[in-house]
């Protein structure tokens, strides 16, 4: 009886290994899933706390997922009893400079009275405690010729005491030139506009130039006849109308109501 010839064994890998191969694939094709998931969750994570971050929605309620540290971090919330304390004592302080401010206006202005009262200017220059400030009004005839804006010899000793007053204080100091209504045409002052602008600045450069203080602190303003004390309507109310007004401003008014 003749012998089955065997079969040669089969070339290739074993039968096994195809079931191996695809275990593995499976496995990294698993694995490829995990990774792509895990990074478009991170991708709406970043995008969501971004928006809530530009919301401030997490202002005063932190969120119930830890952020980075290091770019998300929560301020804490505001504690409201100790701003209005704050601003109760930021209050209290202002005030007591208002007051501060007050009480040198008022010893200034009873200096002045005291300098008007020894030189006999008493009822002639008139020193006022306004809502603007200090306010000295000085009539023509005791600083200035009529029609002129440069300073008599005799308003210097009232200026010189003026400006040694002024020292003490670091107040804007406003210069207001002012004249009556009848015209005036010449060489020197067109109109009543620059004899009253010119009147205010030849008081400032005094102070300036003469007494070296800080120019910073002066204002000088020509008024014309537009602003009268009385009605111009005869000699005596003109003499009235012709005055500079030296304003030694309280900072707590607002100029801007002047304008």
Known sequence: M?????????????LWMVTYSDL????????????????VDL?????????????????????????DSSSNQV??????????????????EMMKEDDSEGDRLDQ????????????????VVVATRTERGIVLVLPEKIIFDTGDATIIKDALPFLERISSLLV?????????????????????????????????SSV?????????????RFIATGYSDTRPVAPNDGP?????????????MDPAYDDKMDE
Not at 187 to 192: G, M, Q
Not at 204 to 216: A, H, V
Request: glycine fraction near 4%; charged fraction near 30%.
């Open 2 to 14: 003749a012998k089955k010839k065997s079969k040669p064994p089969k070339s290739g890998a074993p």
């Open 168 to 200: 003490k204080i670091p107040n804007v100091v406003k210069v207001e030139g002012h004249t009556d209504n009848r015209k005036i045409h010449n060489v020197i002052y067109p109109s009543n506009w620059e004899l009253s602008t010119a009147r205010a």
């Open 236 to 248: 005596e109310n003109w003499k009235k109308n012709r005055r500079v007004e030296i304003v030694i």
């Open 24 to 39: 593995i694939t499976l496995v990294l094709v698993f694995f490829i899933l995990l990774f792509s998931m895990s990074q």
């Open 75 to 92: 301020d804490d919330p505001i504690d409201v009893n100790e701003t209005d304390q704050n601003s109760e004592e930021d209050e209290k």
């Open 108 to 123: 200034l202005l009873m200096e002045v009275n005291g300098y008007i009262e020894e030189t006999g200017l008493k009822g």
């Open 204 to 216: 400032i450069r005094y102070f300036i130039e003469k007494q070296n203080m800080d120019p910073t």
């Open 43 to 67: 991708q709406k994570f970043e995008a969501l706390s971004q928006s809530l971050k530009n919301r401030q929605i997490l202002d005063f309620y932190p969120s119930a997922i830890p952020l």
